[in-house]
């Protein structure tokens, strides 16, 4: 089982910045992919950017030159620097790890949200 924690949400003005962290625990690959995904009321949940254990990222185009993700040389947590935020970023922000032992794993934490006020 793999716990993950997110911390780093709140409020902030349009244009603002947030830094959102992702810390996993439990027992995982060392080859996987972490990233954060969004679901903003009434919507559904959509791919924000991912990290793959080897460096590759991809990100959705709204936030392309805009946020950034990036992870810690253990690969074990997620980061993602949000700037030049837009109220169309209010959502909630979930940490989402995937990997492979034997079987394919994929895990999510709570979430923690993030408003921008315009």
């Known amino acids: 089982q793999v716990q993950l924690v997110e911390s780093g949400g709140g409020l902030v003005q349009a244009g603002g910045s947030l830094r959102l962290s992702c810390a996993a625990s439990g027992i995982m690959s060392s080859r996987n992919v972490m990233g954060w995904y969004r679901q903003a009321p009434g919507k559904q949940r959509e791919l924000v950017a991912t990290s793959l254990s080897d460096g590759t990222t991809n990100y959705a185009d709204s936030v392309k030159d805009r946020f950034t993700i990036s992870r810690d040389n253990a690969k074990t947590s997620v980061y993602l620097q949000m700037n030049s935020l837009k109220p169309e970023d209010t959502a909630v922000y979930y940490c989402?790890?995937?990997?492979?032992?034997?079987?394919?794993?994929?895990?999510w934490g709570q979430g923690t949200q993030v408003t921008v006020s315009s």
């Open positions: 989402n790890v995937q990997f492979v032992i034997l079987a394919r794993y994929n895990y």
